[in-house]
């Protein structure tokens, strides 16, 4: 069966390092149709639109969807394109990997991050000159949602060994947010308790010290919306930096993949970009359609790069994009 992939590059390095991973895609999964189709700050600027409705109406209708970055329109692609794939929960990886120079080189954690509601729901209004309120939405049913993609998630070993034994972390802040957190940490935690899952709970701010202190502790961390979002940067800091961090929006019947930086205008047009970010996104989007095998060989390839070099600059390496790419690729 050939599966539908809709690409869309962006903007800046979104735009070097997605043929980066479609090439490693072409490598290892023939069966795939890429669409590509445009979003961004270039197209806001041709069209009117960042996102226009022809590129919702395909990342709505594909197998999956491969994005870039965008720049000053980021909010305006990457918020809706989560709606278009019924996105309801982030999958948000940070680990250290060998010859990366990291602050924390044991790090390996993935954030299972709440993807539609919290203090990211959009209702929020300037009252007066004075005043500006925030409504916080958590939905029993949201959070119950996430709570078994968390479960399912650490039944079939996907996420890494360390944190509680075969179960998950949920970092909440639910001893002052007692009506929302309270209701998010009550409902994960039942649905851990009628899956027979493991669940450890930490209150998110004390949560952002021991993380760092040690990240062993931690393995799968279900949190809401903002403090998936702020935590996993957290993250991404212990491990050795943006170009390597990838993610997916996962839906029910579709999914949107994309790495964690955005379009690097500082060195976006050098070729010089570190493409592991999207090709691990690649990976995952790779094993959201079933190919575990490939998904695998994906990310052995590129750790054994990243032991060995090519390296690109951030990596302290004086590598190109290309080069990099071409030496996962001749490693599949
Ligand atoms: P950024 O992630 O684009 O860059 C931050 C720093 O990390 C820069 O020094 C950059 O060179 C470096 N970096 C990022 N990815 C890299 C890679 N693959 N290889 C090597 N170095 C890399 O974040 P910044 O500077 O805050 O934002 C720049 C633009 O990107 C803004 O217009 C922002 O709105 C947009 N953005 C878009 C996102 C998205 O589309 N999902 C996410 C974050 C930012
Ligand atoms: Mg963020």
Do not use: W
């Not at 929020?124 to 958590?138: G, H, K, N, Q, Y």
């Not at 009550?186 to 899956?195: F, H, I, M, T, W």
């Amino acid at each position: 069966m050939v599966e539908e992939i809709v690409v869309i590059e962006g903007d800046g390095i979104g735009q070097e390092v997605v043929p980066a991973a479609i090439d490693v895609l072409e490598a290892i999964e023939p069966e795939f149709e890429f669409v590509e189709a445009d979003a961004g700050d270039a197209t806001k600027a041709e069209t009117g639109a960042a996102l226009p409705d022809a590129t919702y109406e395909l990342a709505a209708n594909a197998d999956a969807t491969l994005f870039g970055a965008a720049g000053e329109t980021a909010a305006e692609v990457i918020l809706p394109l989560r709606e278009a794939v019924g996105s309801f929960v982030n999958v948000r990886p940070a680990k250290a990997y060998p010859g990366v120079d990291a602050l924390r080189p044991e790090t390996d954690v993935v954030f299972l991050r709440e993807n539609t509601e919290g203090v990211y729901s959009g209702h929020e209004d300037r009252l007066s000159d004075d005043l500006s309120t925030l409504t916080r939405v958590v939905t029993s049913s949201a959070s119950r949602e996430l709570a078994e993609f968390a479960c399912e998630y650490v039944m079939e070993g996907r996420g890494p060994a360390n944190g509680p034994e075969s179960g998950f972390t949920v970092a909440h802040k639910a001893n002052v947010m007692r009506e929302t957190d309270g209701r998010f940490r009550e409902e994960v935690l039942a649905v851990a308790e009628e899956r027979g899952i493991d669940a450890d709970e930490e209150l998110m701010d004390a949560f952002a010290t021991k993380l760092p202190l040690d990240p062993t502790q931690y393995g799968t961390i279900v949190c809401p919306n903002l403090a998936g979002d702020v935590l996993s940067d957290l993250a991404a800091g212990l491990v050795g930096g943006l170009g390597l961090l990838p993610s997916a929006n996962i839906g029910h019947e579709n999914a949107l993949f994309e790495p964690v930086h955005g379009t690097a205008p500082d060195i976006a047009g050098e070729g010089v970009a570190n493409p592991t970010a999207a090709i691990l996104s690649a990976a995952m989007l790779v094993e959201y359609l079933g190919h575990q095998d490939e998904a695998a060989a994906i990310r052995s390839a590129v750790e054994s790069v990243l032991a060995d070099g090519p390296r690109t600059g951030d990596l302290g390496g004086d590598a190109t994009t290309e080069g990099v790419t071409a030496a996962i690729i001749e490693r599949l």
